[in-house]
């Protein structure tokens, strides 16, 4: 997995049942993220208590796995504005309570602000790009 793989970073050894259920955990993550996601869910997908997963998560990837959410929420808000979705829609689609609360998020780890973020980064697509209603 490509989440996986970009933190996969040199960190003390985890044991492949660990990793397994760390995977898990992002996967649950991944597939929830425009859901609220409490920390005892995280753990649960894991298989895991609370603590234990507090503990084993920061070692596999350097940050609790609150922190963890927020950032992959920021990265795929990143993605869904540059493709031009509106700032509401976003915020709906990547689990944030409210549109100011995103904001503010947003602001905080990116530097600026959604619609600023979505002028500044827009990403036309070619028609040549686009899939045609008659290919398979």
Not at 1 to 26: G, I
Not at 38 to 67: I, K, M, T, W
């Amino acid at each position: 997995d490509a989440v996986w793989s970009e933190l996969d970073a040199p960190r003390p050894a985890l044991s492949p049942a660990m990793s397994a259920r760390l995977q898990r955990t992002c996967a649950f993550i991944e597939k929830n993220l425009a859901e609220p996601l409490q920390l005892a869910d995280l753990a649960a997908a894991a298989s895991l208590s609370v603590s234990a997963l507090e503990v084993n998560f920061r070692r596999a990837f350097g940050l609790p796995p609150v922190a963890y959410v927020v950032r992959r929420r920021i990265e795929t808000a990143q993605l869904l504005l540059a493709q031009g979705t509106a700032p509401k829609v976003v915020c709906a689609r990547t689990g944030f309570r409210s549109l100011q609360y995103f904001s503010r998020c947003f602001r905080a780890r990116v530097g600026m602000s959604p619609r600023a973020f979505a002028r500044t980064n827009a990403r036309d697509v070619a028609p040549s790009a686009r899939p045609s209603p008659t290919a398979p």
